[in-house]
């Protein structure tokens, strides 16, 4: 089976920075999508940015200039980079990512890492 594992969570003052990781392993056959998304309490989980296998990315537009999403092929890794946080950035964020496995695609989210921003 397909896992994900995400690291880089933590607690940051306003104005710092923190960079997310999420490494996907198991049988994959191929990568297609690779997104990160945050929830709050009392609020749905939204799509923060996301990167297609050919490179093009979306962003949410309360986080265009500040953070910046990458991925690295090689060992099927996706990065957050978040700079210039403000406390509206605290929540748990959480890797998704769309595999194929055999000839099936499924959707993996990984565990969830928790992101404190204090003012």
């Known amino acids: 089976q397909v896992q994900l594992v995400e690291s880089g969570g933590g607690l940051v003052q306003a104005g710092g920075s923190l960079r997310l990781s999420c490494a996907a392993s198991?049988?994959?056959?191929?990568?297609?999508?690779m997104a990160w998304y945050r929830q709050v309490p009392g609020k749905q989980r939204e799509l923060v940015a996301a990167i297609t296998s050919g490179g093009p990315t979306n962003y949410a537009d309360s986080v265009k200039g500040r953070f910046t999403i990458s991925r690295t092929n090689a060992n099927n890794t996706v990065y957050l980079e978040m700079n210039s946080l403000n406390p509206e950035d605290t929540a748990v964020y959480y890797c998704n990512v769309y595999v194929r496995v055999a000839a099936e695609l499924l959707e993996v989210w990984g565990q969830g890492t928790l992101v404190t921003v204090s003012s």
């Open positions: 198991g049988s994959i056959f191929s990568i297609n999508h």
